[in-house]
C-alpha cells in the first residue's frame, strides 16, 4: 500500500511544522546502490549541520509533485541502462515526530534486455583495416566495449562509443570518420542484436596551414608553432596540441586552429586565425606582503611599511621580428631589492622548447642573514605534456653576505658567519609533473630538483643539492578539502665543512612549519652587542632538512562568500649534516586560521602553535628566560595564496 500526499507541503499539527523530508532511502535497487540513484534525484535529506540548525534551515518541503517527478528520473535512469520494464514507486513514513518524514523510493527492476549478438563492421579498404585493426589503442577499445554478448544492453552507452571511436580513428588519421550503432531490440524476448558500424573515410597527410588575422610576426613562425609538420598524420591530439601552442605563445592573445571546408581527401588544409599583443606593454604591481618577512615579530606604525610590496615591468614582443620577448623588471620591498632583464626565444628544437637568459642584481634581507647577488640565469624549459614540465638552468652569481642585524645606535651585531664574498656557479635540474586537477581539490604534483655546483672547480663553493617536494589534495564533500604535503632536501657533498647561508636549508614559516616565523626553525646560534650582552638568536641552516604538512580547508560560502577556514599540524627539522638526524627530533606546530578568496588571491592568516619547542625557540640564554615570554611559542601568519 502506498501513502499518497497532497499537491501542497503538508502541514502537521505537531508544532504546526510543515512537512520536510529528513531522510531519503531507496529499496529494491540490486543493481545499482543509493549513492549512484541519489545523484540523479532531486530530493535530499539535509546534512547533520543543517539538522542540527534545523529551526533557522528553509527548504526540504515535501512535494508530491517533486517526488514524483524523482519517480520519472529513477525510471528513465534504468530504462536508459536496459530495464525496459521497471516499475518505481514511493511512500512516505513519520519520523520521531510527524513532520519529519523519510522518503522511501522502490524499485522493482524485473528482467533487463541483454544482448544476444554483437558486430564490428569496418567499412574501407583491407589496407586501411590493417592499420585501423593494428591500432593498440583501436584494440584497446574493442576490449572495453560495453556492448557483449550476454551483457545488459544499454541505450546510454550508444554515444559515448560512437564518439570513442570516431575519436581513435581520427587519431589515426582519418579526419572524415564516423561511427554508428545500430541495434534490433526484442522486448518480448529480453534481447538485443548490436552493430558497430565504422566509416573511416580516406586517410590524410596534413598540407597546408593558412593564417588569417592582425599580426606584424611573420607567418612561418605562426606554423612553425604549431608543431604541425607537412605530411605527417592527421590527428586531433595534434590540433589540440597545435591550439595549445599557439594559446600559450606570449605574442598572441587569440589563437584557434580549424579545418576548413574541403573536399575529401588524402591531404587536408589547417586554418590558424591569430590576434596579437601589443607589442610594447607596461605593468606595475603594488601591495602588501607576507608578514613573515618581518625581521622581528612586533609590527607597528613606524615599521608597518616594510608590508608593502611594489614591482613593474616593460616588456617589448617580437623582438627581431621573431616572436622572440625582451622584458626588463624590478621588485621594490623593505626586503627584496631586484633589477633584472630577460630574453625569452620561444622556440629551440620544437614549440615545447625554449631558452631564457637573465642577469640580474638583487640584495636580500632574509631573518638568518642579508646577501647581495648579481649574475645571470640561462633556462632551459622543456614543456613535455599539460601536466609534466622540465627545467634545465645555468647560474653564475657574485655573492656578498653580510650581517644581519644592527642595534640602535646602528653598529652591526655580532653574526655567527663571518662576511663572505664568494661566486656560485651551478647546473640546475628541476621537474614539476601533477596529476589531476589539483587546484580544484583532486590530485598530486611531484616535484624535484637536483643542483650540482663548482663541477669544473670554477666556483668558490663545491656541492651536491636535492629535494623533492611532493603535495596531495583530496576533495572530501563539495566543501571540505584535506591537502598534505611532504618536502625534504639534502646537501649530500661538499667539499668545504662549511657553506655560505644562502646555500643552506632552512625551515619555518607561513608556507611550512607554521608554529615557527620565516627561517627560524632548526639550528641556532645565539649573537651578542658590541658590549657582549645576548641580543637573541639568528638561524643558521643546515645541509638537511624534512617538512610535513597536513590541512583541512572548509568552505563556508553560505556566510560569506569566499570565506574558508583551515586547521593544520606541521612537522619538520633542519639538521647540520644528513648524519645528524638523530640530534634533533622532529618538532611540531598546530593551528588554525582563516581564508578569503579575494580578486588578487587567496588571503590568508594563520595562527601556529609551537608543540615541542626548545629553549632557543623560546629565546631563553643558558636558564635566562628574561627576553622570553608565553607568546614565543605562538606566530601569526599573514599572506597572500595557499600555504601549498
Not at 518505481?88 to 515526530?97: C, M, P, Q, W
Not at 588575422?213 to 612561418?220: C, F, H, S
Not at 630574453?343 to 615545447?352: A, C, G, H
Not at 614539476?432 to 663553493?461: H, I
Request: hydrophobic residues 35%; aromatic residues 14%; proline residues 4%.
Amino acid at each position: 500500500m502506498f501513502v499518497t500526499v497532497p499537491l501542497f507541503p503538508l502541514i502537521a499539527q505537531d508544532e504546526g511544522k510543515p512537512d520536510r523530508i529528513w531522510n531519503v532511502k531507496i529499496e529494491g535497487n540490486n543493481t545499482y546502490n543509493d549513492i549512484v540513484l541519489k545523484r540523479y534525484i532531486s530530493n535530499e535529506a539535509p546534512s547533520i549541520w543543517k539538522k542540527i540548525t534545523f529551526f533557522n534551515e528553509k527548504g526540504f518541503y515535501v512535494s508530491e509533485t517533486e517526488i514524483r517527478r524523482d519517480v520519472i528520473r529513477l525510471e528513465r535512469f534504468y530504462q536508459r541502462r536496459g530495464f525496459n520494464e521497471v516499475d518505481v514507486n514511493y511512500r512516505l513514513e513519520s519520523k520521531n515526530k510527524e513532520w519529519k518524514k523519510e522518503l522511501i523510493f522502490m524499485v522493482v527492476e524485473n528482467t533487463p534486455i541483454r544482448i544476444d549478438s554483437v558486430q564490428v563492421l569496418l567499412q574501407t579498404s583491407m589496407r586501411d583495416s590493417s592499420v585501423i585493426y593494428g591500432s593498440e589503442k583501436f584494440k584497446k577499445e574493442l576490449n572495453r566495449l560495453p556492448y557483449r554478448k550476454g551483457k545488459i544492453y544499454q541505450p546510454v552507452s550508444k554515444a559515448q562509443v560512437e564518439s570513442d571511436f570516431t575519436n581513435i580513428l581520427r587519431n589515426l588519421g582519418y579526419p572524415y570518420a564516423e561511427t554508428e550503432v545500430q541495434t534490433k531490440v526484442d522486448t518480448t524476448a529480453k534481447k538485443a542484436s548490436v552493430a558497430m558500424l565504422t566509416y573511416p573515410g580516406p586517410r590524410a597527410r596534413f598540407d597546408s596551414i593558412f593564417v588569417e588575422g592582425e599580426t606584424t610576426l611573420d607567418a612561418k613562425y605562426i606554423r612553425r608553432e604549431t608543431g604541425v609538420d607537412k605530411n605527417e598524420y592527421f590527428s586531433d591530439d595534434a590540433m589540440r596540441e597545435a591550439q595549445r601552442e599557439l594559446f600559450g605563445h606570449h605574442l598572441l592573445r587569440f589563437a584557434l586552429i580549424s579545418i576548413p571546408d574541403q573536399e575529401q581527401d588524402s591531404t587536408i588544409n589547417v586554418l590558424a586565425r591569430v590576434k596579437e599583443r601589443s607589442l610594447r606593454s607596461f605593468a606595475a604591481t603594488f601591495g602588501i606582503g607576507n608578514y613573515d618577512r618581518f625581521n622581528d615579530d612586533r609590527l607597528t606604525i613606524l615599521n608597518s611599511y616594510k608590508l608593502f610590496r611594489a614591482q613593474a615591468s616593460w616588456s617589448h614582443r617580437n623582438a627581431r621580428g621573431k616572436g622572440e620577448l625582451f622584458s626588463l623588471n624590478t621588485k621594490l620591498s623593505a626586503f627584496d631589492l631586484r633589477l633584472g632583464a630577460s630574453y625569452l626565444f620561444p622556440y629551440v628544437y620544437n614549440t615545447k622548447s625554449s631558452i631564457t637568459i637573465s642577469p640580474f642584481v638583487q640584495r636580500r634581507i632574509e631573518r638568518a642573514y642579508s646577501i647581495d647577488t648579481g649574475g645571470i640565469r640561462n633556462s632551459f624549459g622543456y614543456n613535455y605534456s599539460e601536466s609534466v614540465t622540465g627545467t634545465f638552468n645555468y647560474d653564475f652569481t657574485l655573492n656578498r653576505e653580510f650581517d644581519v642585524k644592527e642595534n640602535e645606535d646602528g653598529t652591526s651585531v655580532v653574526s655567527p658567519d663571518s662576511i663572505l664574498n664568494y661566486n656560485i656557479s651551478s647546473f640546475k635540474f628541476s621537474v614539476y609533473a601533477r596529476k589531476g586537477l589539483p587546484r580544484g581539490g583532486n590530485g598530486f604534483t611531484v616535484q624535484p630538483f637536483l643542483e650540482l655546483s663548482g663541477l669544473f672547480n670554477e666556483a668558490t663553493y663545491s656541492f651536491q643539492k636535492a629535494s623533492l617536494d611532493i603535495r596531495g589534495y583530496k576533495k572530501l564533500n563539495e566543501s571540505l578539502v584535506a591537502a598534505a604535503r611532504v618536502n625534504g632536501g639534502s646537501i649530500y657533498y661538499a667539499k668545504q665543512d662549511s657553506l655560505p647561508a644562502d646555500i643552506r636549508f632552512y625551515n619555518g614559516g607561513s608556507s611550512e612549519v607554521r608554529g615557527w616565523g620565516r627561517q627560524e626553525l632548526g639550528p641556532k646560534e645565539a649573537v651578542f652587542d658590541s658590549l657582549g650582552v645576548f641580543s637573541g638568536y639568528v638561524p643558521t641552516g643546515g645541509k638537511a632538512t624534512l617538512s610535513f604538512n597536513f590541512e583541512l580547508r572548509q568552505d563556508v560560502d553560505r556566510f560569506i562568500k569566499g570565506l574558508s577556514f583551515a586547521g593544520f599540524i606541521d612537522g619538520g627539522q633542519v639538521w647540520k649534516t644528513i648524519r645528524t638526524t638523530e640530534n634533533r627530533p622532529i618538532q611540531f606546530g598546530v593551528g588554525g586560521g582563516v581564508r578569503y578568496e579575494s580578486p588578487i588571491g587567496p588571503i590568508r592568516v594563520d595562527l601556529g602553535y609551537k608543540v615541542n619547542p626548545t629553549d632557543e625557540d623560546l629565546n631563553i640564554y643558558q636558564g635566562d628566560d628574561s627576553m622570553s615570554s608565553a607568546w614565543n611559542r605562538w606566530h601569526f601568519h599573514f599572506s597572500i595564496g595557499q600555504a601549498f
